[in-house]
């Protein structure tokens, strides 16, 4: 069996009050600037090795990372160790209430340079820490399903129509109408282990495919990811001292966690009380649903190589968004523009990180599972880069799906994304859903 080395470390990246914060258009409407603090932000890293190669995987609690920012990073961390920079991944947890790290993307929020300076030395303070504390350990790939955190936001009426849920006050379809359908789901959450040889958890790396957004009007919180990893720190910590956990979002941007069916109270103290509650409530339901995955018997030791490697992508794009571009031809002619991007593969033994850009539709990571020939697959999104939704063929035919107002990518970049992997030898060759078109266009590596 392979002796593999793990380590991971944590470094608070908590803003100071009045920063702005990026992710809810409400705030746009008034003011971005953050009022108080609810809870610290982190970035936490954790490193894998098998004595010749190692790999990095980061968490930010932000709303995302852009890739030049990313390659920044890389290029930084790579001067302290001796790493390739396509072994590094640098994911966020799509925090909405948190300040900005994006310069390109139109958040309408100021990068503010003194805190992004900060973040970007807790960045690489938190991965130099997690390299130098490898330690022997085992790592293993456990599953478990959760309920009641996830809903697709699109449901199918009785009356044959399309209808997007917010979550923000339960799924409650228009008067009269009764959901029939539900969108699709991924109930799965998945989880990596690396313990000590005493048996002790170094550091837990969960994903679940969900928007895991809470909103807390002006106050900096790391939201349902947060609570999540503070729950299993504080539940698990006690017998494994030192442990980091780790919370990367799987392919949920069309998935928005199903909060409590009240509606928000008028006052303030009333708003805070709620978000409280809410957010311990969803991210217990997700810290147990870790344990269990890794208390359950299923969960067995790796063993294997650890290799590494990025890949471009071309995302075919246009230079409006795709709700412009379907009222002035009435369809999505072939785009003569594109977005270069990467999609990164970490493998640990028969354990598949697959990082995926941006967010992500349920639909990409549920295709990427089904057809990969590892069953030990984890689908990540926010990894290494931000820029737009990537959406299906099936939700533009439906013609309401918001985020065709603010992507300008059009749906075969899922194609692509598919052709990538499958010819880097990570999934079969079975076909995208109908729907679908694929492309020939070449992928380059990095």
């Known amino acids: 069996m392979t002796q593999f080395r793990a380590g991971a470390a944590r470094v608070e990246i908590t803003p100071p009050v009045g920063i702005e914060l990026a992710g809810y258009t409400p705030r746009v409407r008034r003011s971005n600037r953050s009022t108080g603090i609810d809870d610290?932000?982190?970035?936490?890293?954790?490193?894998?090795?098998?004595?010749?190669?190692?790999?990095?995987?980061?968490?930010?609690?932000l709303l995302g990372i852009e890739l030049d920012t990313t390659q920044y990073l890389r290029t930084r961390i790579c001067q302290e160790l001796p790493l390739r920079p396509q072994s590094i991944?640098?994911?966020?947890?799509?925090?909405?209430?948190?300040?900005?790290?994006?310069?390109?993307?139109?958040?309408?929020?100021?990068?503010?340079?003194?805190?992004?300076?900060?973040?970007?030395?807790?960045?690489?303070?938190?991965?130099?820490?997690?390299?130098?504390?490898?330690?022997?350990?085992?790592?293993?790939?456990?599953?478990?399903?959760?309920?009641?955190?996830?809903?697709?936001?699109?449901?199918?009426?009785?009356?044959?129509?399309?209808?997007?849920?917010?979550?923000?006050?339960?799924?409650?379809?228009p008067s009269g109408r009764h959901v029939v359908a539900d969108g699709p789901l991924d109930p799965e959450l998945a989880v990596l282990c690396a313990w000590?040889?005493?048996?002790?958890?170094?550091?837990?790396?969960?994903?679940?495919?969900?928007?895991?957004?809470?909103?807390?009007?002006?106050?900096?919180?790391?939201?349902?990811?947060?609570?999540?990893?503070?729950?299993?720190?504080?539940?698990?910590?006690?017998?494994?001292?030192?442990?980091v956990a780790l919370y990367a979002p799987g392919t949920g941007s069309d998935i928005t966690t199903v909060q409590h069916q009240t509606p928000l109270p008028g006052d303030v103290a009333g708003k805070e009380r709620w978000y409280t509650t809410e957010r311990a409530r969803l991210g217990a339901i997700l810290g147990r649903a870790v344990r269990q995955a890794v208390e359950s018997q299923d969960l067995e030791a790796a063993s294997g190589r650890i290799t590494a490697d990025t890949y471009t992508l071309a995302a075919p794009a246009y230079p409006q968004t795709l709700d412009q571009v379907l009222a002035q031809y009435g369809r999505l002619p072939p785009p003569e523009t594109s977005i270069q991007t990467e999609v990164q593969v970490l493998q640990a033994g028969e354990i598949v990180l697959v990082g995926l850009p941006t967010e992500v539709y349920v639909e990409y990571g549920l295709e990427v599972k089904r057809r990969s020939r590892y069953p030990q697959t984890m689908v990540l999104s926010y990894c290494n880069d931000y820029f737009a939704d990537l959406i299906t063929h099936q939700a533009v035919a439906e013609g309401s799906c918001p985020e065709l107002e603010w992507t300008r990518v059009h749906p075969d970049v899922q194609q692509r994304i598919m052709d990538c992997l499958q010819k880097r030898g990570i999934l079969g060759s079975e076909r995208a859903s109908p729907g679908g078109q694929g492309s020939s266009d070449p992928i380059e590596d990095v």
């Not at 790999?55 to 930010?60: E, G, P, Q, R």
């Not at 130098?132 to 293993?140: C, D, K, M």
């Not at 919180?221 to 609570?227: L, Q, T």
């Open 89 to 173: 991944l640098i994911g966020c947890t799509h925090n909405h209430s948190g300040p900005s790290l994006l310069a390109r993307h139109e958040t309408h929020v100021e990068v503010d340079p003194d805190w992004q300076a900060e973040a970007f030395e807790a960045t690489i303070a938190a991965v130099v820490a997690a390299y130098r504390r490898l330690q022997p350990a085992q790592i293993g790939y456990g599953r478990a399903e959760v309920q009641g955190v996830g809903a697709n936001r699109r449901a199918l009426l009785d009356d044959g129509t399309i209808f997007h849920f917010s979550g923000l006050y339960g799924r409650q379809p």
């Open 196 to 243: 000590d040889t005493s048996g002790q958890i170094i550091a837990l790396l969960a994903t679940y495919a969900c928007h895991p957004w809470l909103y807390n009007g002006d106050r900096v919180s790391s939201e349902v990811a947060g609570a999540c990893v503070d729950w299993l720190e504080t539940q698990l910590g006690p017998a494994n001292p030192g442990l």
């Open 40 to 61: 610290p932000l982190w970035v936490r890293a954790l490193a894998l090795s098998d004595g010749e190669s190692t790999i990095l995987v980061a968490t930010l609690d």
